[in-house]
């Protein structure tokens, strides 16, 4: 089975909120080349936040994940790299060799071998084997507290085949699977001998990954330092020795410290600056390098429909509301501009994500959605263009309601 890659962009243009203008910006050692070759050494400074905790089973703050980030590996990541444009999402294999999925189900995992955990206490750079897998997972679903436990429901029972082999069996099909598995809020791996020492992972002493940088340091509300791990299993990787986490809660504060070069990146969130703080920068460091971006702003609005003594359950209502939002005029008004609209139901969006992923059975359910939409909207022929080659493709149930369900609309299609 193959992945392709979708952006966030592509995928997330649905919400109802445009996506805003952003930059990803850094300053750029004086005369340093646009592509030169990377050099192994030196430090990385960067505006961080103050964890809440190491335990990523128990909290679901950005602070304490995006710290855990720098120490722990997934079994599968989201590509990244130079030649990788902002804001895509592509799954690779990370943890995992290869890969196979013999039906619906089951997923048969073939383990890297050779990775090891950071070498200290506890785990003392012991081998990363299957039952880390399996311990790791089966923590994640069954630790009291752990508010993220849905995104991994699916699964029925996570098995040990060999020492280098994970079986993994759902309880129904489910088109994220690897994307939930390349999530690091969910699907870092974790050592049982760390949780068994500390009882938890919340003390810092407790944060042993098989990840780029070991945790050196940890001063609360100051900084967090990593060092580079020598034993990295992506060999040559990470290039620099040192990470400084940098701890400013106040943004003021950030801004003034990164004009002054006291971080090597954007003090917004993400490391960005705004698009509107890019001519002032330029002109404050001429060898100032950024790369402009759109990021994704999902707003929602909700509405009640189930009560009947509110008026949003009126189609017209919800119509109304819709019609009067100036989308443009927001792009206009917040990002000078700078912004792409998105559309209130990205359902060409899903089916090709749907598409792209091998999800027939969801491929076939958004296509009789978005057929149902144009049939209502008068455009027949488009639907039916778009939903009979897909109907055609089943020749045995995938489930018996769906094929239903596409068979009535194309019969009225006709």
């Given at each position: 089975?193959?992945?392709?890659?979708?952006?966030?962009?592509?995928?997330?243009k649905?919400?109802?909120?445009?996506?805003?203008?952003?930059?990803?910006?850094?300053?750029?050692?004086?005369?340093?080349?646009?592509?030169?070759?990377?050099?192994?050494?030196?430090?990385?400074?960067?505006?961080?936040?103050?964890?809440?905790?190491?335990?990523?089973?128990?909290?679901?703050?950005?602070?304490?994940?995006?710290?855990l980030?720098?120490?722990?590996?997934?079994?599968?990541?989201?590509?990244?790299?130079p030649?990788?444009?902002?804001?895509?999402?592509?799954?690779?294999p990370?943890?995992?060799e290869?890969?196979?999925?013999?039906?619906?189900?089951?997923?048969?995992?073939?383990?890297?071998?050779?990775?090891?955990?950071?070498?200290?206490?506890?785990?003392?750079?012991r081998?990363?084997?299957?039952?880390?897998?399996?311990?790791?997972?089966?923590?994640?679903?069954?630790?009291?507290?752990?508010?993220?436990?849905?995104?991994?429901?699916?699964?029925?029972?996570?098995?040990?085949?060999?020492?280098?082999?994970?079986?993994?069996?759902?309880?129904?099909p489910?088109?994220?699977?690897?994307?939930?598995?390349?999530?690091?809020?969910?699907?870092?791996?974790?050592?049982?001998?760390?949780?068994?020492?500390?009882?938890?992972?919340?003390?810092?002493?407790?944060?042993?990954?098989?990840?780029?940088?070991?945790?050196?340091?940890?001063?609360?509300?100051?900084?967090?330092?990593?060092?580079?791990?020598?034993?990295?299993?992506?060999?040559?990787?990470?290039?620099?020795?040192?990470?400084?986490?940098?701890?400013?809660?106040?943004?003021?504060?950030r801004?003034?410290?990164?004009?002054?070069?006291?971080?090597?990146?954007?003090?917004?969130?993400?490391?960005?600056?705004?698009?509107?703080?890019?001519?002032?920068?330029?002109?404050?460091?001429?060898?100032?390098?950024?790369?402009?971006?759109?990021?994704?702003?999902?707003?929602?609005?909700?509405?009640r429909?189930?009560?009947?003594?509110?008026?949003?359950?009126?189609?017209?209502?919800?119509?109304?509301?819709?019609?009067?939002?100036?989308?443009?005029?927001?792009?206009?008004?917040?990002?000078?501009?700078?912004?792409?609209?998105?559309?209130?139901?990205?359902?060409?969006?899903?089916?090709?994500?749907?598409?792209?992923?091998?999800?027939?059975?969801?491929?076939?359910?958004?296509?009789?959605?978005?057929?149902?939409?144009?049939?209502?909207?008068?455009?027949?022929?488009?639907?039916?263009?778009?939903?009979?080659?897909?109907?055609?493709?089943?020749?045995?149930?995938?489930?018996?309601?769906?094929?239903?369900?596409?068979?009535?609309?194309?019969?009225?299609?006709?």
């Open positions: 089975m193959e992945h392709t890659g979708l952006s966030r962009r592509e995928v997330l649905g919400g109802t909120a445009a996506s805003a203008a952003w930059m990803a910006g850094a300053l750029k050692p004086e005369g340093a080349a646009e592509a030169a070759t990377p050099k192994q050494g030196g430090t990385l400074r960067v505006n961080g936040w103050d964890p809440r905790g190491f335990d990523m089973h128990l909290s679901l703050s950005y602070r304490t994940q995006t710290t980030s720098f120490m722990h590996n997934n079994l599968f990541r989201f590509k990244s790299g030649d990788v444009p902002i804001g895509r999402l592509e799954v690779e990370d943890l995992v290869t890969w196979e999925q013999p039906d619906p189900v089951t997923y048969i995992f073939k383990l890297k071998e050779g990775v090891r955990w950071h070498d200290k206490p506890p785990v003392n750079g081998e990363f084997v299957a039952d880390d897998v399996k311990y790791s997972l089966d923590r994640f679903l069954t630790i009291p507290g752990n508010a993220r436990r849905s995104n991994l429901d699916m699964i029925d029972k996570v098995e040990v085949v060999n020492q280098y082999t994970v079986k993994i069996t759902l309880k129904r489910y088109v994220w699977f690897l994307d939930q598995l390349a999530d690091a809020m969910t699907s870092a791996m974790i050592a049982r001998e760390a949780v068994e020492k500390f009882g938890d992972l919340k003390k810092p002493e407790a944060a042993i990954g098989t990840g780029p940088w070991i945790l050196e340091k940890y001063d609360p509300n100051v900084q967090v330092t990593f060092v580079r791990n020598p034993d990295y299993f992506h060999k040559g990787l990470p290039y620099a020795d040192k990470v400084e986490w940098i701890i400013i809660s106040d943004n003021a504060t801004q003034s410290a990164y004009r002054a070069g006291k971080f090597d990146f954007g003090w917004q969130f993400i490391c960005t600056v705004q698009v509107d703080e890019v001519e002032q920068l330029k002109k404050q460091h001429p060898d100032w390098h950024y790369k402009p971006f759109l990021w994704d702003v999902v707003s929602r609005t909700m509405f429909t189930d009560r009947k003594d509110l008026p949003f359950h009126k189609a017209d209502v919800r119509r109304a509301i819709s019609l009067g939002i100036d989308r443009q005029g927001t792009i206009d008004a917040l990002n000078e501009g700078q912004g792409a609209m998105s559309t209130a139901i990205p359902l060409v969006r899903a089916l090709a994500i749907a598409r792209q992923q091998g999800a027939r059975g969801t491929e076939l359910r958004v296509a009789t959605l978005l057929g149902r939409l144009w049939q209502k909207q008068g455009k027949r022929e488009q639907a039916r263009d778009l939903l009979l080659p897909i109907y055609n493709c089943f020749t045995e149930g995938f489930g018996t309601i769906e094929l239903q369900e596409a068979k009535a609309l194309l019969d009225q299609l006709a």
